[in-house]
């Protein structure tokens, strides 16, 4: 909760050798517009950034797990990709994003938790890939990449 409910900070750049950002970090920082990741960073924690005002989201490749809620309600994203390295993707992590409208899966992580984005928003992955099964399973709306 280092910086939770800081209704001025609007963007931040994090120490180059941090490698997690724990729970509720940022939670309700609704000005926090936008935040310079570290590569190296492995861990995004539960409601890290809970309802924070990001407009857009980098993440580096370093990046391994995006725990439960870690962006809940972020009402500003419209399109996240994720890296390639994450490793589990915990239950909410956009969920309750409004705008979200795309978030790009270009690999199968080992885990996908449940409800990780809106109804409203879609998924886009490979035809056939692990994600492909889940937004199925899930009845989540997919858009191919070709």
């Known amino acids: ?21 724990g729970d509720w970090a940022f939670r309700r920082c609704r000005e926090l517009k936008h935040v310079k990741f570290p590569k190296g960073l492995k861990t995004i924690g539960m409601k890290a950034f809970y309802f924070c005002g990001l407009e857009n989201l980098t993440l580096p490749d370093t990046v391994e797990v995006l725990d439960e809620k870690a962006f809940f309600k972020c009402m500003y ?3 996240v990709t994720l890296p390639e390295s994450i490793r589990r993707i915990e239950k909410w992590v956009f969920h309750g994003c409004g705008r979200l409208q795309i978030l790009e899966i270009r690999h199968d992580p080992e885990y996908i938790g449940e409800w990780i984005i809106n109804r409203a928003a879609r998924i886009r992955c490979y035809r056939g890939s692990k994600v492909d099964t889940y937004c199925q399973e899930s009845g989540f709306t997919v858009e191919y990449i070709e």
Do not use: D, M, V
Not at 1 to 21: D, N, W
């Open 1 to 21: 909760s280092a910086f939770y409910e800081c209704t001025r900070l609007e963007s931040i750049q994090l120490p180059p050798k941090l490698t997690e950002i």
């Open 77 to 79: 994203l419209t399109e």
